[in-house]
């Protein structure tokens, strides 16, 4: 342990200080309380004060008290030297924030007995803060799982983009937002064309990794705002915020044009022209659900299937 001695009396703290030293202690000694308190500012490593009462400038009850008050965030124990036995003396010592009393002149097994008990309260001190410090670095990667689970949670497996529950979740609350602030709304579901034949033709992992590379080309046609997910096996869903027709139609298109643009390679040479078909809606804040927002652009997208695919319809 580190010590602190505190003893105006020079012959007493040497013989103290000797003693501490023997048993293995490490000691700093001060004259007085309030060289004592200098010293507690400064050292965070003194984990016991033993102090004579009768001191000048700053006593012993003095220097407990304020002790106290400066160090609130660990146990310091503090034990007052003093040759008073009246019960009012220890009631005051204790009140002062004392821990113990050491009887002058100082009897080394006593002292002993009472530097076991201190050892064991720091011993018990130490394993606390052990437990609270594990505690707190649980409870962060506690935090840090959950922080996972919810991206996790909110995001297709296969293709990375937001899954359907998400999107409509954002949907609803986007639908929410331009009805208070009056902004508009657009949603978009894109479809690939002929997809099944993918599958028939090239096999289901080829299918797999069209829906990938097709949906990083949607998602790079996106802007922050815009939220992208896959709405079912081979659909898509779009919910562009602040964004009206004219707006959604560029988008559309930009993103039905950026497919058709980019092929996929496939294990041989070759290469595969993929193609989608977008039905679009814009959101009436006086009358539409989600429901109704959403049939609407389905509408459309039928009509782009029936009119020959590969382009945007509106309704
Ligand atoms: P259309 O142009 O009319 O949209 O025709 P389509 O072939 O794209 O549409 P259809 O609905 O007939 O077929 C969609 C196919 O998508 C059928 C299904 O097996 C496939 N599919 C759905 N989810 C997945 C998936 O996760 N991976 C793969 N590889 N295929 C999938
Ligand atoms: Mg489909
Ligand atoms: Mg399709």
Request: aromatic share 4%; net charge negative; with cysteine.
């Amino acid at each position: 342990m580190k010590i602190l001695v505190v003893d105006d009396d020079r012959l007493s703290r040497r013989i103290l200080e000797m003693d501490l030293k023997k048993k293995g202690h490490d000691v700093i000694s001060a004259e007085n309380g309030e060289i004592a308190l200098n010293l507690l500012k400064s050292d965070m490593e003194i984990s016991l004060v033993i102090t004579d009462w009768n001191m000048p400038v700053m006593d012993g009850l003095e220097l407990c008290r304020k002790s106290r008050e400066l160090i609130r965030k660990r146990y310091l124990p503090m034990i007052l030297l003093t040759s008073r036995g009246e019960k009012e003396d220890l009631i005051a010592g204790l009140n002062a924030g004392a821990d113990a009393f050491l009887s002058k002149p100082l009897n080394s097994p006593e002292l002993q007995a009472h530097l076991k008990v201190v050892g064991r309260n720091l011993d018990l001190e130490k394993k606390l803060s052990d437990q609270i410090e594990e505690i707190k670095l649980a409870h962060i990667e506690l935090q840090k799982a959950n922080v996972k689970i919810e991206d996790i949670a909110r995001h297709d497996g296969l293709t990375g983009l937001f899954n359907r529950r998400y999107v409509m979740e954002r949907l609803e609350a986007e639908m929410i937002r331009s009805r208070l602030q009056g902004t508009p709304l657009g949603v978009i579901i894109i479809d690939i064309d002929h997809f099944k034949k993918v599958n028939d033709q090239f096999g289901h992992l080829m299918g797999d990794k069209v829906l990938r590379e097709t949906s990083q080309v949607m998602q790079s046609n996106a802007r922050p705002d815009d939220i992208l997910g896959r709405y079912g096996g081979e659909e898509f869903l779009g919910v562009f915020p602040n964004t009206v027709m004219e707006g959604l139609l560029v988008i559309a298109d930009r993103i039905r044009l950026s497919v058709q643009n980019n092929p996929i390679q496939l294990d041989t040479e070759e290469s595969l022209n993929i193609k989608v078909s977008i039905g679009m809606a814009c959101f009436k804040a006086d009358r539409d659900t989600s429901t109704t927002l959403l049939s609407r652009a389905d509408e459309a997208l039928y009509e782009a299937k029936k009119n020959g695919r590969n382009q945007v319809c509106f309704r």
